[in-house]
């Protein structure tokens, strides 16, 4: 049976994700810090072990991999987002750099030994369509996920010769907790669920890159390569005025 550790577990699409990879016949843990619902949520699958556990305290993510591993997946979801201009967002960029970007490596840095001893298995992130550049109202949230970006684009070559997979998961708006926040419309918005099945669709195919929906992938994609007078001038015509 394989088995399967994610992060950001007690709702959103890390529940979703557990349920489902229960689905599929994987043993999952599940990591999250707030214990009632994580718990609520082992009780509804065959089996899943909760573990209350904040991705920022490393030595915590160590110890939950330590008593319940070894994993054939492991994935790094836990995640969290603030709208903030960047000349006064420093406070909730580093809050968001610790949970997206550290909470992803801490879990990375606990999981990886026993994989490349075992030559297998994979690690994915979730990080975000918005890491594809820079968005105004956004920047800290962006710089993070970018750097998940840049860190499993790294990993994923270095660690193939294990014959272990890396996957970097770029989702659109998806209905959850942090995006019940925004007060604007937001494009292409997908529900958990379906944005679950695509992720693990993604990652038991060993997909490099998973990113959805198409339309929003294509248009941010497109935003890479503009030039950046073009980029500014229209982002700054559509910009959110302070």
């Known amino acids: 049976m394989k088995r399967a550790i994610i992060t950001g577990a007690s709702s959103g699409i890390g529940a979703e994700m557990a349920r489902e990879f229960a689905r599929r016949g994987y043993e999952v843990v599940l990591l999250a810090r707030r214990a009632d619902l994580l718990d609520q949520l082992a009780k509804e699958l065959p089996r899943a072990t909760a573990i ?67 030559r297998s298995g994979q690690f994915a992130g979730v990080a975000s369509i918005a890491g594809l550049r820079g968005l105004p109202t956004s920047a800290g949230y962006s710089a993070s996920k970018a750097a998940m970006q840049v860190f499993l684009e790294a990993a994923r070559v270095e660690l193939k010769s294990f014959n272990i997979r ?3 998961v770029n989702p659109g708006f998806i209905v959850t907790a942090m995006t019940e926040k925004n ?57 959110i005025r302070e």
């Open 52 to 118: 209350a556990c904040d991705v920022t305290d490393s030595e915590a993510v160590h110890d939950a991999v330590a008593r319940s591993g070894p994993f054939d997946v492991a994935i790094a979801n836990a995640g969290v987002g603030v709208t903030a201009w960047a000349a006064k967002s420093v406070a909730d960029a580093e809050v968001m750099m610790r949970v997206n970007y550290f909470g992803m490596l801490y879990l990375f840095d606990a999981v990886m030994p026993s994989m490349m001893e075992r």
């Open 183 to 239: 007060k604007f419309k937001m494009p292409f918005l997908m529900k958990a669920d379906r944005a679950a099945r695509i992720i693990v669709d993604g990652v038991e195919r060993g997909k490099r890159v998973v990113e959805f929906p198409l339309p929003m992938s294509m248009a941010m994609r497109f935003a890479r390569i503009v030039p950046s007078w073009m980029y500014d001038r229209v982002l700054g015509a559509a910009r």
């Open 166 to 168: 890396v996957t970097t």
